[in-house]
Structure formats: C-alpha cells, structure tokens
C-alpha cells in the first residue's frame, strides 16, 4: 500500500542553519505529495505542496521539489528561525478519494 | 473566518465515562476526519465521512463512534471501550483545490482520562 516515510527526529539546528529534512514515498499512481506543519499545541497546517512530477512547492522560504524518479519530496530552507521550530509531516494523497497518508512527523528545535 | 473548531481544548474524565468531542466546520466542505496523535506515532485515522449520513471506519476505530448528522458538524465519541483513551484528537475536513485534495486542521482536543 501507499507509505510515506520520514527521517527521524529531532533534529536540532542552530539559527540561520541550512536544513533539510529528507521524505520519500511509495505510491502506485501518480500521487500529489505535501508538507504540513504542527506548532506546539495546534494542529496541522499545509505548508506546501506539489501535484505532479518537477513541481517545486515553496511557502515562507520552504521549499520541495517533488522527484519522481527518485520518490522524493525533501523539505529544505536556506536559513532558519527559532519561529520554524515545530514538527513536520510529509504527506501524500493518490486523489483517488480524499483521504491523505501521513508520515509520522520530524520535530525540529532550532536554538537561538 | 472560515475554519475548523474544536471544543473543548482540553478534556478530563474519569475511566468508565463516555465522552464526546466537538468538530463544526463552516467551510462548506464535504469530508471530514477523525485523528488521534500520540508521540512519535504521528497521525493515525479514527473515522471518516464523505458525505451527511454516511461514515466509514479508519484504521483504529475501535472503541470510538461518530454521527454525521449535518453537513458542518462531525462529532466523535470516546466510549468506555476505548482501552487507552489519552491522546490529543484533531478533526479535519477536506476539498479539492488547485489539482488536489487538501486537508484543513481544527486546533485540537487534548483528552486526558484517569
């Protein structure tokens, strides 16, 4: 069946820090892929998405780019703040049907 | 604003009580979602309905219930069944926008029961 699999956290950088966190999947069609994003206490909102192979999603200086070939969908930011210190979730959905897979979530601290 | 709501934020009860947890929605859509989320384990599906009068079990729905009686409204029920009720549930609902469908989050109810 359709998985998402998701590096393990936490990962923990430094302010201003490059980051990636890596994210692949296994699919039978040709799924549209997502990250969601958690703060502490809240739930889940989209951070950005890509629907169809070479796409780049981008969104307050996050971006993926969404690799067939390799089934990927990394997400990466040039530099980041304390404010981006949450847990992420790579996600994907085969638009069949509504219903979207989700990854098990990275947490990331960034320290000041 | 358009969105999710879900009351209470935090909920306690006892063990041996039922308990029900609120998710309306006023974006028009018509799925909504069920979730609990326990460390580590990320987002698992409860319940879902795709459509008023209509629900199908996810993958962990012993032990809960749910009514999808009005479009907005997607009330879960935590019975006494459920044999390890603490988590944090969240309810989403769902449209096709921009080539997908997207998923859309209410806040979350942190449910501690003792």
């Known amino acids: 069946g359709d998985s998402v699999t998701q590096m393990e956290g936490p990962v923990t950088l430094s302010e201003e820090a490059f980051l990636t966190i890596n994210c692949t999947y296994t699919a039978t069609g040709y799924p549209s892929l997502f990250w969601y994003v958690q703060y502490p206490g809240e739930g889940l909102q989209l951070l950005l998405k890509?629907?169809?192979?070479?796409d780049k999603g981008s969104n307050k200086g996050f971006e993926a780019t969404y690799r067939k070939e390799t089934t990927s969908f990394h997400l990466e930011k040039g530099s980041v703040q304390v404010s981006d210190s949450a847990v992420y979730f790579c996600a994907l959905s085969e638009n069949r049907d509504d219903k979207i897979i989700f990854g098990k979530g990275t947490r990331l601290h960034i320290l000041p | 604003d358009g969105g999710i709501t879900q009351s209470p934020k935090y909920l306690f009860r006892k063990e041996g009580q039922n308990v029900t947890l609120s998710c309306e929605q006023n974006?028009?859509?018509?799925?909504m979602y069920w979730y609990r989320q326990d460390p580590g384990q990320g987002l698992r599906l409860i319940y879902y309905?795709?459509?008023?009068?209509?629900?199908q079990k996810g993958d962990i729905a012993e032990g809960y219930s749910v009514s999808r009686e009005k479009k907005e409204s997607f009330p879960l029920t935590v019975t006494s069944a459920q044999k390890n009720p603490t988590a944090f549930y969240l309810c989403?609902?769902?449209?096709?926008?921009?080539?997908?469908?997207?998923?859309?989050f209410g806040p979350g109810t942190r449910l501690t029961v003792t």
């Open positions: 890509a629907t169809k192979a070479d």
């Open positions: 989403a609902s769902s449209t096709w926008t921009s080539g997908s469908y997207e998923q859309y």
């Open positions: 309905s795709q459509i008023v009068n209509d629900f």
């Open positions: 974006l028009n859509h018509d799925a």
